[in-house]
């Protein structure tokens, strides 16, 4: 069962840069669709990017001028770079795993099965 970790939540200023890492210790991580969600305070997990097996990748449109997804499946890590970060992206970042050898990339949060506990990524104006 793959059971992943996320790190590098932080707090930030208005205009700065993050980089979460979700990694896993599972062998057969690099099998798995991984994806990254969020949630505010008083609204609804949002999907933000996800990356499957075959590195084809999927970001939500209102970020995805400012975010990266990649994955090094030596280290068993899939990456979330975020740029010019703004106070509505303060959320809690949950990173999941979902199916393996996916053909396509799932965005939608019951497509994933295994999550990590989050990580708190906080912008100050």
């Known amino acids: 069962q793959v059971q992943p970790v996320e790190s590098g939540g932080g707090l930030v200023q208005t205009g700065g840069s993050l980089r979460l890492s979700c990694t896993a210790s599972?062998?057969?991580?690099?099998?798995?669709?991984v994806a990254w969600f969020r949630q505010a305070p008083g609204k609804e997990r949002e999907f933000v990017a996800a990356?499957?097996?075959?590195?084809?990748?999927d970001y939500t449109d209102s970020m995805k001028a400012r975010i990266t997804i990649s994955r090094d499946n030596t280290e068993n890590t899939v990456t979330l770079q975020m740029m010019r970060l703004e106070p509505e992206d303060t959320a809690v970042y949950y990173c999941?795993?979902?199916?393996?050898?996916?053909?396509?990339?799932?965005?939608?949060?019951?497509?994933?099965?295994?999550w990590g506990q989050g990580t708190q990524v906080t912008v100050s104006s």
């Open positions: 599972d062998r057969t991580f690099s099998r798995y669709s």
């Open positions: 999941a795993a979902g199916g393996t050898w996916d053909l396509s990339v799932p965005r939608n949060d019951y497509d994933y099965n295994y």
């Open positions: 990356i499957n097996w075959k590195l084809d990748k």
